[in-house]
T-cell receptor
């Protein structure tokens, strides 16, 4: 069975600083994908970044980058130049293939990030 | 940017009542999903749907739950007889069938269900 672990229930960061949100995973499937989603207080789930298990390079999307260390089974999210609007809950998730196609995501428990002035 | 839309945004119902949550996935997506998030907890997979049938469901998705694609655009989740523990945010999601986009699930804004 797949497992996602986020060990930081809450994090604080100063505006304009970088912050790393930790995520470790466990799976026996050689093909998998890792996601980060942002959930602001309004509740919606916003896709941030995706990393495939066979991708050679770490994924980047604007101020977001994913520090993928396959041997250590970690997929940490790095947010550079934090902004007040980054304050939200952040979920790490892992994709597993569904019989018949599609994807099923297993989510971690989330990290609540607060950006301070 | 294309988005997944969900209605209603919030529904309050009495225990034992039937509830239908509606979703309009992104038009060229072929895989559809429902997830739920009980307040303060992590997001949990309920069901995936492709080619007009369920492709996988979780233990949570028991006989009280059903999904349907009644027409070419809507995707619904029905809870036949709601229980207090069904109170949660329900997220609809969709993804493409092929290519790099097939890996990414786009979520709707959620429907908050409160069972009294």
């Amino acid at each position: 069975a797949q497992k996602i672990t986020q060990t930081q229930p809450g994090m604080f960061v100063q505006e304009k600083e970088a912050v790393t949100l930790d995520c470790t995973y466990d799976t026996s499937d050689p093909s998998y994908g890792l996601f980060w989603y942002k959930q602001p207080s309004s509740g919606e789930m916003i896709f941030l970044i995706y990393q495939g298990s066979y991708d050679q390079q770490n994924a980047t999307e604007g101020r977001y980058s994913l520090n993928f260390q396959k041997a250590r089974k970690s997929a940490n999210l790095v947010i550079s130049a934090s902004q007040l609007g980054d304050s939200a809950m952040y979920f790490c998730a892992m994709r597993e293939r569904v019989t018949g196609g599609g994807n099923k995501l297993t989510f971690g428990t989330g990290t609540q990030l607060k950006v301070e002035l | 940017e294309p988005e997944v839309t969900q209605t209603p945004s919030h529904q309050v119902t009495q225990m034992g009542q039937e509830v239908i949550l509606r979703c309009v996935p992104i038009s060229n997506h072929l895989y559809f999903y429902w997830y739920r998030q009980i307040l303060g907890q992590k997001v949990e997979f309920l069901v995936s749907f492709y080619n007009n049938e369920i492709s996988e469901k979780s233990e949570i998705f028991d006989d009280q739950f059903s999904v349907e694609r009644p027409d070419g655009s809507n995707f619904t989740l029905k809870i036949r007889s709601t229980k207090l523990e069904d109170s949660a945010m329900y997220f609809c999601a969709s993804s493409e069938a092929r290519g790099s986009g097939a890996n990414v699930l786009t979520f709707g804004a959620g429907s908050r269900l409160t069972v009294l």
